[in-house]
Nanobody
Framework: QVRLVESGGGLVHAADPLRLSCAAF????????LGWFLQAPGKERDFVAV????????YYADSVKGRFTISRDNAMNAVYLQMNSLKPEDTAVYYC????????????????WGRGTQVTVSS
C-alpha cells in the first residue's frame, strides 16, 4: 500500500471552486493509477475520477464531467482534483486512491486509500 493524505476540503458556497490535493508517501508513483472517490452520508463510496500513471488518460463520473478535472505531478508525488461549479449534491467525504496498474472505476480495484477530506457545499 501507498500512504495517501488528502487536503483542501472545507465549506464553500454553491458555484464556488475548490482544489483538493493528495500527497503520496512513496518514493515514486510511476506505474500507479490515481483517483478520487466520494462517500455521502449513509451511502456507498462512488467513483469520481481517475488518471493513468503517465497522466495521458483521465476518466470521470457522469455527474462531475465538465466540472471537475483530475491531474497529477509525479515529480511531486501528488494528485489533484480541481472542482468547479460546485453543487450542494457534491457534499461528501472525498478519498484519494491509488493502485499499481491501469485505471479503474471500481473501488475494490484500489489498494491504497487516504482517510478522506470533507467537502461541504452550501446553497
Amino acid at each position: 500500500q501507498v500512504r495517501l493524505v488528502e487536503s483542501g476540503g472545507g465549506l464553500v458556497h454553491a458555484a464556488d471552486p475548490l482544489r483538493l490535493s493528495c500527497a503520496a508517501f512513496v518514493r515514486t508513483l510511476n506505474f500507479h493509477a490515481l483517483g478520487w472517490f466520494l462517500q455521502a452520508p449513509g451511502k456507498e463510496r462512488d467513483f469520481v475520477a481517475v488518471i493513468s500513471w503517465n497522466g495521458r488518460d483521465s476518466y470521470y463520473a457522469d455527474s462531475v464531467k465538465g466540472r471537475f478535472t483530475i491531474s497529477r505531478d509525479n515529480a511531486m508525488n501528488a494528485v489533484y482534483l480541481q472542482m468547479n461549479s460546485l453543487k450542494p449534491e457534491d457534499t461528501a467525504v472525498y478519498y484519494c486512491v491509488a493502485r499499481a496498474g491501469a485505471t479503474s472505476r471500481r473501488a475494490a480495484d484500489f489498494t491504497s486509500w487516504g482517510r478522506g477530506t470533507q467537502v461541504t457545499v452550501s446553497s
